[in-house]
């Protein structure tokens, strides 16, 4: 029994000494679950732990979890001497830090790969005190490229029976794999959705990465036109999750028609006569249909949209109406408007063309133009504005009221709409004769006088010319209207004569008498004949003097002035004797003027001809000074 007792006593003992055993393990190893780094860098996997002994004394060992689930080392340490072990993935590329009196070891893995994201087992032994291990998972990241989405280039109709393609979005290379996500607007598209699919395609590269691409297909609304799609790419990276979006693309969305638009698209405002009309239809569908014209119920050609209506009238007006035919629904739609174009007739004037009437009466002529807005009629006559309105009344009429009356009839509203008309009026009676010429004037004798008369009257007056000693009268010309004559004669005058302008019509017959007195040339000025004339073309001077209206006292003028030129006279030639003589010397001088001789002779030469000439001063002087530049010449030719 008390054996028993002994052996029961052991075995508790044992069991005592086991439980106190583990209780009292010194060994402790602590690590984080994870570790998270992207492709390409450097991860960091710490081993912490806890001895009670000295921890140069402990050995560490790094494992691997393969992907078999197969256990390798990969380091071995103790106090003396550390070991990578030969052949494995990490051989080159792993370092432990921290052995010796530290109690935390870290395990170093360069340019980490894909395959290098396994389970890490830090194994901690401290000989007396036990062991412990902990373990830690290394995650490997690797940000996909910048995401492409690519739309359908064709337009979708809304009519599709099921989901249409609206395009594709691709995240390439990334790891682990990222999530597409798209979006209309502002919202998300889920499969869930009625009428939308999501397709994805998930590659797994060569290199380990992964490939996403996704497909979204819908079915099209009318609004999806003003709508923009978008991709939103959602990926892990050490630490948490990035989001990036693609750009964002419209679809061209077709839809029926179901209305049409049809307007005048120019001119715009009013239409008138002669315009040419452009009639633009629209419908509201996507893509425009095919249009139909009709103008009037008379179908026309057309440009697409647009009808051209050249040179417009009245008869234009009516109904346009545009039709389309829904080459989807193939249901018909209809758009129309109203043509309307304004016109102004050409203007008419009672009375028409011409008028005749007496002097004294009273006429109302009336200008009027048909047309479809209010119009505006004012009258002109030589350009100058007489009477606004539709009348014109001309009292008691006068010589002075006949004449042409143009009337332009406007409509105020619309810029180009205008028209006009004219009225001759003739105002009947005896003629008159408009004063023109002094009736008396002086002539010289055997020289040809001009004369002119102009008469006025209805009907155009007869004009006769007569003189009351029958001189020649030669018809210079006659400028006839049918109201007024102007006649031009020229008359021989020998000795004073009397020349009458008779102009009659039927109301009767006026004249006007011209007296010509025929002078006889003065011969006080002859001293003065020899300078002067050089001037002989007197041909310039004497008609102006003499048609030029002279007063009925000339004969006293002349002697007056005479005086005055003949003082003239005498100064200029001193002055001329004076340049003469200087000149002289001059030539003299150098040599060039044989002694004895001067130009005076000369200058007197084309002395001839009787007419006395009002002379002006310089005139003479220029001429002497010609004369002496004349003689100058034939000296150097000696
Ligand atoms: C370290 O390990 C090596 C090889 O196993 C051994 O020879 C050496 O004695 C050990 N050193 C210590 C201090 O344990
Ligand atoms: C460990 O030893 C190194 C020298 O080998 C010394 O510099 C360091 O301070 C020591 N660290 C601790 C925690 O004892
Ligand atoms: C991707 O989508 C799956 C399923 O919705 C989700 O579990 C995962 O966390 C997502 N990944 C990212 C990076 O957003
Ligand atoms: C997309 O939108 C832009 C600007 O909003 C526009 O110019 C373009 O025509 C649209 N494309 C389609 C296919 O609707
Ligand atoms: C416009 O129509 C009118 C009347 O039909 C015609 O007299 C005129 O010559 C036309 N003008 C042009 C430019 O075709
Ligand atoms: C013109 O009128 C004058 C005076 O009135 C008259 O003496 C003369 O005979 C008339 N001449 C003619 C040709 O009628």
């Avoid at 028993?4 to 209780?23: N, P, Q």
């Avoid at 095919?290 to 647009?306: A, K």
């Avoid at 234009?316 to 043509?339: F, H, K, P, R, V």
């Avoid at 340049?579 to 003027?593: A, E, N």
Wanted: overall charge negative.
């Amino acid at each position: 029994m008390a054996l028993r007792m002994k052996a029961c006593m052991f075995v508790g003992l044992f069991l005592l000494s086991l439980a106190w055993k583990a209780a009292w393990a010194k060994v402790q190893v602590n690590m984080e679950d994870r570790v998270e780094v992207f492709l390409g860098d450097t991860a960091q996997i710490t081993c912490m732990f806890t001895v009670s002994d000295s921890p140069d004394n402990v050995i560490i060992q790094w494992y691997m979890i393969t992907k078999t689930n197969v256990r390798l080392r990969i380091y071995y340490g103790n106090g003396t001497m550390q070991v990578v072990d030969r052949g494995g993935q990490f051989t080159d590329k792993i370092s432990v830090k921290g052995m010796g009196n530290s109690s935390e070891v870290v395990l170093t893995i360069r340019d980490v790969k894909l395959e290098d994201e396994l389970e890490f087992i830090c194994h901690v032994n401290g000989r007396s005190d036990g062991s412990d291990e902990g373990r830690t998972v290394l995650k490997v990241f690797a940000s996909p490229d910048r995401p492409i989405i690519t739309g359908e280039e064709s337009g979708i109709s809304v009519s599709n029976e099921y989901p249409t393609k609206i395009g594709s979005c691709e995240a390439k290379n990334g790891y682990p794999r990222p999530n597409i996500t798209w979006y209309r607007d502002q919202s998300s598209l889920q499969n869930t959705q009625d009428g939308v699919i999501v397709g994805t395609l998930v590659t797994k590269e060569s290199s380990g990465l992964y490939t996403v691409q996704s497909e979204l297909h819908l079915n099209v609304v009318k609004k999806d036109k003003d709508s923009f799609f978008y991709c939103e790419v959602s990926y892990l990276v050490p630490g948490g999750t990035k989001m990036t979006e693609t750009n964002k693309i419209n679809i061209t969305v077709y839809y029926p028609t179901t209305s049409l638009d049809v307007w005048v698209e120019s001119p715009k405002g009013s239409v008138k006569e002669g315009d040419t009309v452009e009639v633009h239809c629209r419908a509201d569908g996507n893509p425009q249909p095919l249009f139909t014209f009709m103008h009037n119920m008379e179908e026309l050609e057309s440009d697409l949209n647009v009808l051209v209506l050249k040179n417009v009238t009245r008869q234009s007006n009516g109904n346009i109406m545009c039709t389309a035919l829904d080459l989807d629904t193939y249901e018909e739609s209809l758009g129309q408007t109203e043509l309307f174009v304004d016109y102004l007739d050409p203007a008419i004037l009672i009375p028409k063309d011409t008028h005749v009437m007496a002097q004294g009466e009273e006429l109302m002529a009336t200008c009027n133009a048909l047309s479809s807005l209010p119009t505006h009629t004012v009258w002109f006559k030589k350009g100058k504005k007489v009477a606004e309105g539709h009348t014109l009344t001309l009292k008691d009429a006068v010589f002075d009221m006949a004449g042409t009356y143009v009337c332009v009839v406007k409509v105020s509203s619309l810029e180009g709409l205008e028209t006009s008309g004219s009225l001759r009026v003739f105002v009947e009676g005896r003629p008159e004769i408009k004063k023109s010429a002094d009736p008396v004037q002086e002539v010289s004798p055997e020289k040809s006088q001009k004369l002119s008369c102009h008469a006025r009257g209805y009907p155009t007056p007869v004009i006769t010319w007569s003189s009351s000693d029958k001189s020649q009268i030669l018809k210079l010309s006659q400028r006839e209207t049918e109201d007024e004559v102007l006649s031009v004669v020229s008359i021989k005058v020998t000795s004073d004569v009397t020349a009458y302008c008779n102009a009659s019509n039927d109301h009767g017959t006026v004249s006007i008498s011209f007296s010509l007195k025929a002078i006889v040339p003065t011969t006080s000025s002859a001293p003065s004949t020899t300078v002067t004339t050089p001037l002989v073309p007197v041909t310039v001077v004497a008609p102006v003097t003499v048609t030029t209206v002279t007063p009925v006292t000339p004969p006293k003028r002349v002697k007056k002035e005479g005086s005055g030129v003949i003082i003239a006279v005498i100064i200029i030639c001193i002055l001329l004797l004076a340049i003469l003589g200087s000149v002289l010397y001059f030539l003299y001088k150098k040599g060039k003027l044989p002694c004895g001789r001067s130009g005076k002779q000369d200058l007197t030469k084309p002395n001839k001809g009787g007419i006395v000439v009002e002379m002006k001063s310089d005139n003479t002087e220029e001429a002497v000074l010609l004369s002496v530049n004349g003689d100058k010449k034939p000296p150097s030719d000696q």
